[in-house]
């Protein structure tokens, strides 16, 4: 039942991963076969290195801008070298560790919150579902997670989901041989335009959700990995993965605290879901090719909301806010509105200060 499982869970994370990827290849024109070989691989390496469900994930700042036509493929090939460059740097010094030190547990809880806010937020770009399905598939998950199916749950609301609400005559399945990715490699003007639209706004995201956060709750789930799951080493994969797979054509890609709470929450424990998604990825673009994105575009909007939501409401941890001090809630809330309107890092930023002027204020009136 425990490999049952850890392959269930492999799909934790379709909710977040199918929107920014399909986008991409329809508007941004990247090719499926490259993504796909991409993710695929890194999720690998990420597997055997951490052997926990640490995922793989688009960096959404680049793919939001991708999806909006602000910047080509090349542009995002040249971001994900320059952001592995970046991170193999930001790895071998303590920049990282310092900024995570300065950054108390009441501002985490609220950054966590804020995550799952903007979790929520995607689902308003996955189409228009039939909401009294995905009730249903909501209300199936949950009621699975207490019997022995748990173990299979997400594979069983994919399955169910996809058979019930996809139009499953529009997928076209064919082999015409292994496909290969194609080797790309942006000119200096996709450099040029990556420094200046998209490394920086990107940069920022990632210290924040896919090192420092990341790292916080891999820390609440597996205490015993704390020394090995660590912002240093969460950069130095990213960066290796996305310097030596930009060029088959990957996009940029981290881990991400969204995914790792998706894939916990629905049982994984080991590296092995992020394995089997590896390995879904890679049998999709080997044998399917250009028309494994008509396969992944199937899978009904309903079956991606109720995987969001439910990863959104693991991701907040509602229980422990409710057992917080009442200015910490205070706090906490008011991160998220200062997220929706200026981003994480200003939701942090604002956290930090905000906190220190709280334990100030309770110092003065103990005086």
């Not at 993504?35 to 680049?62: C, D, E, H, N, S």
């Amino acid at each position: 039942m425990r490999y049952m499982a850890e392959s269930s869970a492999a799909f934790a994370d379709l909710g977040t991963f199918l929107p920014l990827m399909l986008g991409l290849v329809v508007v941004a024109g990247m090719d499926p076969v490259g993504l796909l070989y991409g993710f695929g691989l890194f999720a690998l390496l990420t597997a055997a290195v951490y052997r926990r469900p640490i995922p793989v994930q688009p960096m959404k700042a680049v793919a939001a801008m991708g999806i909006a036509g602000l910047i080509s493929a090349d542009v995002l090939v040249a971001t994900a070298l320059l952001m592995g460059i970046i991170l193999i740097g930001l790895s071998q010094t303590g920049s990282i560790g310092w900024l995570k030190r300065m950054i108390p547990k009441t501002v985490l809880h609220g950054m966590r919150l804020a995550l799952a806010v903007n979790l929520l937020m995607v689902t308003i770009d996955l189409g228009e579902p039939q909401w009294l399905g995905v009730m249903a598939l909501l209300g199936a998950l949950l009621l699975l997670q207490l019997t022995r199916l748990s173990s299979i749950s997400c594979v069983l609301i994919v399955a169910v989901g996809w058979v019930v609400f996809s139009n499953q005559n529009t997928v076209t399945w064919s082999y015409t041989g292994w496909n290969w990715p194609q080797w790309i490699w942006p000119q200096w003007s996709d450099f040029q335009i990556s420094v200046r639209d998209a490394v920086l706004p990107q940069l920022a995201l990632t210290l924040t959700n896919a090192l420092i956060l990341t790292a916080v709750i891999a820390k609440d789930y597996f205490p015993d990995d704390s020394g090995r799951i660590t912002e240093q080493r969460l950069a130095l994969t990213s960066g290796v993965a996305n310097f030596l797979l930009a060029p088959l054509g990957a996009m940029p890609m981290c881990h991400g605290a969204g995914g790792l709470a998706a894939h916990r929450a629905l049982g994984s424990t080991t590296g092995l879901s992020i394995a089997v998604f590896g390995l879904f990825c890679l049998f999709l673009a080997g044998v399917f090719g250009a028309s494994s994105y008509a396969i992944l575009a199937s899978i009904p909007s309903e079956v991606l909301v109720t995987l969001v939501i439910y990863a959104a409401w693991v991701l907040a941890d509602p229980s422990a806010i409710m057992k917080a001090k009442p200015s910490c809630q205070i706090l906490i809330f008011l991160m998220v509105p200062v997220a929706m309107a200026f981003g994480l890092v200003a939701s942090l930023v604002f956290g930090v200060l905000a906190e220190k002027l709280r334990i100030r204020l309770l110092q003065i009136n103990r005086n």
